[in-house]
Nanobody, 122 residues
């Protein structure tokens, strides 16, 4: 599966942004995840949705602010990011893995998009 992330940009603290990840195949076949990586940091888990869509997982640093969703008809997953903070600045990647959901480690995911940069100014 090929993944194309988009929607990044420069925003101010407190603003909202929505990222999209378009897949070349039905996203309902995969566990879909969002990760981010800031300069000098390891890749961090942001969110994941199980292939059946019945459960969504979030990283502790984004719980209550970010919402992941999927539109199976469009083969697209989204990451709605609210109340953005400067520490959310990173390159955001979408990823896919064959079921079942194996946890939040980026090493579990086999397919990756190219990343989209989110910069949050204070």
């Amino acid at each position: 599966v090929q993944l194309q992330a988009s929607g990044g940009g420069l925003v101010q603290a407190g603003d909202s942004l929505r990222l999209s990840c378009a897949a070349s195949e039905r996203t309902s076949r995969y566990v879909m995840g969002w990760f981010r990586q800031a300069p000098g940091n390891e890749r961090e888990f942001v969110a994941a949705i199980k292939w059946g869509g019945d459960r969504i997982y979030y990283g502790n640093s984004v719980k209550g602010r970010f919402t992941m969703s999927r539109d199976n008809a469009k083969n697209t997953v989204y990451l709605q990011m609210n109340s953005l903070k400067p520490e959310d600045t990173a390159v955001y990647y979408c990823a896919a893995d064959v079921p079942p959901y194996r946890g939040s480690s980026h090493t579990e995911y086999d397919y990756w998009g190219q990343g989209t940069l989110v910069t949050v100014s204070s």
